[in-house]
């Protein structure tokens, strides 16, 4: 099983980027998953998670109305629409199946002018 992220980059402030989350080696449709992110020093926080079929949705106060989380179970990818960006977003991302857990490598998301 496996995940890999994808859609990093630099970004200005108040611009947006998408990130896709690609898995393989098991039932994606299965599972819940979860966006994560990281900064050095600090430990990961839940940004967002998605129910098996994308019914459910819930956010970090600190992105609600500015990302979205969804999933294409025929693709076998979850994303995260993230608009609206800030320097406080600076992070890296990771996307997560909660049972196991697994955990995919991360994306650098940089957020600056």
């Known amino acids: 099983a496996q995940l890999v992220e994808s859609g990093g980059g630099l970004v200005q402030p108040g611009g947006s980027l998408r990130l896709s989350c690609k898995a393989s080696g098991f039932t994606f449709s299965n599972y819940d998953m979860r966006w994560y992110r990281q900064v050095p020093g600090k430990e990961r926080g839940l940004v967002a998670r998605i129910s098996t079929y994308g019914g459910s949705t819930d956010y970090a106060d600190s992105v609600k109305g500015r990302f979205t989380v969804s999933r294409d179970n025929a693709k076998n990818t979850v994303y995260l629409q993230m608009n609206n960006l800030n320097p406080e977003d600076t992070a890296v991302y990771y996307c997560?199946?909660?049972?196991?857990?697994?955990w995919g490598q991360g994306t650098q998301v940089t957020v600056s002018s």
């Open positions: 997560q199946r909660p049972a196991g857990p697994l």
